[in-house]
């Protein structure tokens, strides 16, 4: 018999495990509105950013999908839009597919409102409606089925492959396998000496060549700088923990995708397919930006899987950090929803870890608060392609 | 007795990771498919750094969970410490290119 959870409704068919209203940017110049709306009105996001101007097209369509992808979140309940003027990211199309999927989208332009006060009065009035009429929607049994895992490393260390990795990786396969929902992990450049096994791991040929591809353009984009990689990556907190090369990162940030097939390799801040399975999406290894790339594509809830420990954390998806690395655990107790360092160099084993981790999720899903949450941490950070014009 | 605190991932590995603080000069006994091993440490490897179990040559392939990662920049004894002091990645080497165009910037 599955496992149920407690989520709400959305007339798009998905279900949030979150109830959220969101404030959105499309451009730098609505960036302070957006924060101050969201100081004044109880309950919402802001979602700044400092793109949606003077880009070229692929960062264009990368960034409206992105935010999209917020506003239209099974963990967003409705969204306001707030734009500058004209900007090639449009708040009136973005409000327009918003209501679309069913959720109340509002659409604020600062030069229509004759100036950023006069929007903000508006942006508050539009957020406060917005927030009472989420507050209405109750909590209701859904199907695990539902669900989609997002998957990150953060600050990994070599006790990340070696544990909670594998924790993560576990937990992911028992929502997909045990009750048919989807995971997703992403981060291409920490695939680099482990893109041979992984891209086998393909369901098709098309798929494993596009994972190799894939691969081997960031190796070309890298190269590219003219310069040795080392210190991006790994990065120096990765080498302080012990992790000598990319190759020895990426090959324990595999172990957290698990060994099962992959079904597909999708673009940055692209939807998550319906089918059930594990899906890669291509971003960089930079934890902002790989996060906020899978929560524009949908997943419910993350799984950070952290060596030395991290804030690296989502507003709209809630993300669960789980160490294996005592040291870590003891250092930011308040970073560390999930602690399996005994499996690590304990009595316990990793089934007993991946117990730990389940029983995490299953609160979180039906409406504990994770650490980051009960605190307010979050960053949002969209991967940029080209250069601005 | 075996140690414990260390973790040797796939049996053809030419490294372990430690789990604990070790001290250079102390001797541990590590068991690699089934046969017993003493490696003498030479220096302090600290929790989760890495040390060699096998001599590896300057130019050799390093490995872990089996696979590569990297290549030795100076000849290593078993014992020895494992680190970017003397391991190099095959990935993202900009500096190697061979058809690099890209005007470096300034640093």
């Known amino acids: ?9 959305r007339d ?12 959105i940017s499309t451009a730098p110049y609505a960036n302070d509105t957006v924060k101050r709306a969201a100081d004044i009105v109880e309950n919402t996001i ?7 101007r003077c880009q070229t097209k692929p960062d264009v369509f990368q960034t409206y999908r992105t935010l999209l992808g917020y506003a239209t979140h099974p963990n967003t309940y409705g969204a306001v839009v707030v ?5 090639i990211v449009d708040g009136d199309e973005l409000a327009e597919d918003i209501r679309d999927t069913g959720r109340p989208g509002e659409s604020i332009n600062v030069h229509r409102q004759k100036g950023a006060m006069n929007a903000l009065t508006a942006t508050v009035n539009a957020a406060q409606e917005m927030v009472r009429d989420a507050s209405k929607q109750k909590r209701v049994p859904a199907d695990m089925s539902n669900l989609t895992f997002g998957i990150n490393c953060a600050t990994s260390d070599t006790t990340s492959g070696l544990c909670q990795h594998k924790a993560t990786a576990n937990a992911a396969w028992r929502l997909i396998t045990d009750h048919g929902g989807r995971g997703c992990f992403a981060e291409t450049p920490e695939f680099f000496g482990g893109e041979g ?16 591809e894939r691969v081997e353009h960031w190796d070309e984009r890298l190269q590219a700088t003219g310069y040795d990689v080392r210190g991006a990556q790994p990065t120096p907190d990765n080498m302080d923990g012990g992790l000598t090369t990319i190759e020895e990162k990426s090959l324990g940030a595999l172990v957290k995708s698990g060994d099962g097939p992959i079904e597909d390799i999708i673009d940055y801040g692209s939807k998550i397919p319906d089918n059930s399975g594990m899906y890669i999406m291509d971003t960089p290894g930079h934890g902002a930006e790989s996060v906020t790339g899978i929560g524009a594509g949908g997943a419910h809830f993350m799984i950070i899987s952290t060596g030395q420990g991290h804030t690296l954390s989502n507003a709209v998806m809630p993300t669960i950090k789980i160490t294996g690395n005592p040291n870590s655990a003891e250092r930011v107790p308040g970073q560390t ?3 399996v360092s005994e499996s690590l160099v304990g009595d316990e084993d990793f089934d007993w870890a991946t117990d730990q981790l389940w029983s995490e999720i299953i609160d979180v899903v039906s409406g504990k608060l994770t650490m ?18 | 007795m075996a140690e414990k605190y260390v973790a040797i991932v796939e049996s053809n590995d030419n490294v372990a990771t430690a789990l604990r603080d070790i001290e250079g000069r102390e001797s541990i006994e590590l068991v690699v498919n089934d046969q017993t091993m003493n490696i003498d440490i030479t220096e302090d490897i600290g929790f989760g750094h890495k040390f060699a179990i096998q001599p590896i040559d300057n130019g050799e392939t390093v490995r872990k969970y089996g696979k ?5 920049t100076e000849d290593i004894d078993p014992g020895d410490r494992i680190h970017v002091h003397n391991v190099e990645s095959n990935y993202g080497r900009g500096d190697l290119a061979d058809d690099n165009q890209v005007q470096a910037v300034s640093e």
């Open chain 1, 12 to 23: 798009d068919d998905s279900i949030g495990i979150r109830n959220h209203t969101v404030i």
């Open chain 1, 197 to 212: 096994e992984l891209s086998e791991r393909a369901v098709n040929d098309n798929v494993r060549d596009e994972i190799l």
């Open chain 1, 1 to 9: 018999m599955s496992e149920q959870f407690l989520g709400y409704e």
């Open chain 1, 46 to 52: 802001p979602i700044t950013h400092p793109l949606g």
């Open chain 1, 337 to 339: 929803d999930v602690d």
């Open chain 1, 83 to 87: 734009a500058h003027a004209g900007e």
């Open chain 1, 372 to 389: 980051s949450e009960a605190v307010g941490e979050s960053q949002f950070a969209i991967h940029r392609i080209g250069p601005s014009t």
């Open chain 2, 68 to 72: 590569s990662i990297g290549n030795a």
